[in-house]
């Protein structure tokens, strides 16, 4: 009568492959480097550069490190400030009114 043995050896070269655990790895790298991608598009309020719209972004709006993003036709442009306030003569050309909805009218004045 043969023993049996309760557990089975796997030592065939068939059933020992060192390489298909690293190809699976590979495989959940690169899904969860797409989720960083995607997540920080969408925590950064940038959707509209994943589209094929043109869009502009402004970011820290009215302060010394303004930045302006702006995509159109696929190319995405950055302008940033010069961190100075503007200086010389000029005269008023205009009124800007911002309704409740967020809106801003500018409303030109007539030349004298």
Excluded: C, H, W
């Amino acid at each position: 009568m043969k023993k049996r043995y309760r557990y089975q050896s796997f030592n065939t070269a068939e059933d020992i492959d060192p390489m298909g655990s690293l190809v699976n790895l590979f495989d959940v790298a690169m899904v969860f480097a797409v989720a960083l991608m995607v997540a920080f598009a969408i925590q950064s309020r940038m959707t509209e550069f994943l589209t094929a719209e043109d869009a502009t972004f402004v970011k820290n709006a009215g302060k010394e490190d303004m930045e302006i993003i702006i995509k159109k036709d696929n190319k995405i442009t950055r302008y940033k400030s010069e961190k100075q306030t503007g200086s010389g003569k000029g005269r008023r050309v205009g009124i800007a009114y911002q309704l409740e909805n967020g809106e801003v009218i500018y409303v030109p004045e007539e030349n004298k």
